[in-house]
Nanobody, 120 residues
């Protein structure tokens, strides 16, 4: 059984910072990709940032220069440092991971979501 546990969401004023963490646990052999998506009310889920082994890190245009994604492979953990937050960043943020697990091979997993609210 593989689980993704997220932490770090909350309420922050515009211009502030938050750091999200997502730790994967279970019968994990390796991780192929880890990243973050978000979904605002009335909108579709969208990619925020993603690290894929052997490929360039991907960011949504709306967060480039403000957000930084990083990954600790030894801990199967991905982080999202969010700076200069704007009200339009308000959303539920979901961790996503593509993991090689035992048994079964590559599987796609989602976290439970963490609320980020940017408001004065």
């Amino acid at each position: 059984q593989v689980q993704l546990v997220e932490s770090g969401g909350g309420l922050v004023q515009p211009g502030g910072s938050l750091r999200l963490s997502c730790a994967a646990s279970g019968s994990i052999v390796s991780n192929e990709a880890m990243g973050w998506y978000r979904q605002a009310p009335g909108k579709e889920r969208e990619l925020v940032a993603r690290i894929t082994t052997g490929r360039p890190t991907t960011y949504a245009d709306s967060v480039k220069g403000r957000f930084t994604v990083s990954r600790d492979n030894a801990k199967n953990t991905v982080y999202l440092q969010m700076n200069s937050l704007k009200p339009e960043d308000t959303a539920v943020y979901y961790c996503n991971a593509v993991l090689w697990v035992r048994p079964g091979g590559f599987r796609n997993y989602w976290g439970q979501g963490t609320q980020v609210t940017v408001s004065s």
